[in-house]
């Protein structure tokens, strides 16, 4: 068993910490935030996952994980660091990376190991990583091992894909690749398998987060074209999918979260070549626009109404509200609000209910309160409470008569019955 420094006790490193001191090793969890390490050293888990809880007080109990205030020795460093995007440049902000790198600089030792598992630009553990250890006076590959080794679990599962989810391990040589491989080995049940560098280890994780940004918009354009064609797209995207060799996801209001938005474009870091990549992101970004106007076409009038957007989390069933299209919908439409105000003193007043995400600067409501007196409501995120919505009840509240349904919850037929306008998405 080995001794363990996390860097970073976010989505990522926390449980993949707790994830560790379970597994027998002696485990430190660090992070430059006080807050977040007073709160753990007294158990108080402020991360919203299924499980992840009680999986960090067992941990904290068996003494194998102690939460620390300053970055200690250890055998192996973890560094699961955000890395911010900026939306202007369309560049990653390294500067966590960066910050981690000095602090693990004073505390490296002779054939201690650096894993990095932030999602980066390609080249970033040998370029901009390597060069801040090295000023320790100890020489990467002779001296200590770095590799870089992607998370890829997914919110809402984490704890189970932390185990069984297949893994990428590239070292800047072989001792470091097997130092790393060693370590994951004592935790990770799906097969862990080694790229032949850094580089193509980072390249992996970009890629797999592309691919997914890039389906999506296949079905987000999919779903526009099928809407010009009158048929349904969720039913032609199933029945595409009884092919062997297809396999097209799901349609909605745009990708959010911090990694399909964003991961993409770190591709272009250092490349001018994103032409496929780019249009996705761009198709994915314009749903929020084309949702707005089938609102428009059927409200015939953007003045003295009422909008309800129902979710505003990234996804469904997490209270995560990063770069999160429903939020953006929401936004968009009360800037339409504020501009119709000013030019004839007309109303456009959107409600937002959410009943996962918890923040008191969002001003969000009961589902009752949203909807009441409403016009419209618009399911923006796909958290199981939705598909129980019933439409006699929708019917007393809101005034109007229009869903707009994006995330495929519900069961037209009931709808219209009930005498609403129905659009999916
Ligand atoms: N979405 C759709 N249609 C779909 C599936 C998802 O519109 O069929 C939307 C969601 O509503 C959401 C966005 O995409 O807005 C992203 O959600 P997600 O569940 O696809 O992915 P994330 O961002 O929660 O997690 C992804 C995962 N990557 C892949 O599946 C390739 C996860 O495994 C990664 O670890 C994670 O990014 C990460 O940290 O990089």
Not at 97 to 110: C, M, N, V
Not at 274 to 292: G, P, W
Not at 314 to 337: E, F, T
């Amino acid at each position: 068993m080995s001794s363990i420094c996390v860097h970073g006790l976010g989505y990522i490193g926390l449980p993949t910490a707790a994830m560790l001191a379970n597994a027998g090793h002696d485990v430190y969890g660090f992070d430059v935030d006080a807050n977040v390490v007073s709160r753990l050293s007294d158990g108080i888990v402020e991360i919203n996952e299924p499980g992840l809880e009680e999986f960090v007080i067992q941990a904290l109990d068996s003494n194998r994980l102690e939460i620390v205030d300053e970055v200690v020795v250890a055998d192996y460093h973890i560094i699961c660091v955000p890395t911010p995007f900026d939306e202007r440049d369309k560049k990653a902000n390294l500067c966590y990376i960066e910050s981690a790198g000095h602090k693990i600089r004073t505390k490296l030792r002779q054939a201690d190991t650096v894993i990095l598992e932030s999602t980066v630009p390609p080249g970033t553990t040998e370029e901009v990583l390597l060069p801040i250890l090295e000023e320790s006076g100890l020489n990467a590959g002779s001296d200590f091992g770095l590799a870089y080794c992607p998370e890829t679990v997914i919110p809402g599962n984490i704890i189970e894909e932390l185990r069984q989810n297949a893994r990428i391990i590239g070292g800047i040589n072989q001792t470091s690749t097997k130092a790393a491989v060693n370590l994951y080995d004592s935790f990770v049940e799906g097969d862990i398998k080694t790229a032949s560098d850094t580089t193509s280890a980072e390249f992996v994780k970009l890629i797999q987060n592309t691919f997914r940004d890039t389906n999506i918009a296949l079905a987000n354009e999919v779903a526009v074209l099928a809407d010009d064609y009158g048929v349904d797209s969720r039913e032609t995207i199933e029945m595409a999918n009884e092919h062997p060799r297809v396999d097209l996801l799901q349609p909605g209001l745009g990708v959010g979260g911090h990694c399909l938005p964003i991961d993409p474009w770190f591709l272009a870091h250092n490349s001018e070549h994103l032409d496929l990549i780019q249009t996705a992101r761009e198709v994915n970004d314009s749903m929020v626009d084309y949702v707005i106007s089938i609102i428009r076409e059927h409200l015939n009038k953007f003045y003295n109404v009422k909008i309800a957007i129902l979710g505003i989390a990234y996804k469904g069933n997490v209270d995560d509200v990063r770069m999160s299209p429903g939020l953006r919908l929401a936004r968009k439409l009360q800037s339409i609000g504020k501009d119709s105000d000013k030019h004839d003193g007309s109303r456009l007043s959107v409600a937002i209910h959410d009943p996962h995400v918890k923040d008191e600067t969002l001003s969000l409501v009961s589902i009752e309160d949203a909807v009441r007196d409403a016009d419209a409501f618009i399911i923006a995120t796909d958290h199981n409470e939705f598909s129980d919505l019933s439409a006699p009840q929708m019917k007393q509240w809101m005034s109007g008569d229009l869903v707009v349904d994006t995330k495929g919850m519900l069961d037209e037929s009931e709808w219209t019955t009930e005498g609403f306008s129905f659009e999916q998405i």
